[in-house]
């Protein structure tokens, strides 16, 4: 099962290794509970108004893509004070259609 995590973690003062260094403060954050996904960068969000108060002028929150460890849960990785949210990551996948609905024909 795949995941996705909006973690918190330390601004980087160079633009362009942002990605980077978010994703190895990701990772070394979340290490005893998740193995990120190094082919899904960290990416950028801002924050709702709900997490305003939570985010420092230093900070940033980010959005991960990982697997949690065979014997860790959801709620475990969101018990992590640095975690602001956690998703499953299904797989969506596309179905046919039936019938003769404006649906089906495509229009």
């Known amino acids: ?8 973690v330390d601004r ?3 633009q362009a290794a942002r990605a980077e260094e978010a994703f ?8 005893e509970l998740v193995n990120l996904d190094p082919a899904y960068p960290p990416v950028p ?4 108004s709900d997490d305003l108060s939570l985010v420092g002028p230093n900070q940033q929150l980010v959005l991960v893509r990982g697997q949690p460890r065979p014997t860790v849960t959801i709620d475990m990785v969101r018990e992590l004070p640095q975690v ?5 990551d299904d797989q969506v996948t596309a179905f046919p259609l039936e019938g003769n609905g404006p649906m089906a024909s495509g229009s």
Do not use: C
């Open 84 to 88: 602001i949210r956690v998703w499953r």
């Open 12 to 14: 980087g003062p160079d």
């Open 24 to 31: 190895n403060i990701a990772s070394a954050r979340l290490s």
């Open 1 to 8: 099962m795949r995941i996705m995590i909006e973690v918190l």
């Open 45 to 48: 969000v801002q924050p709702g």
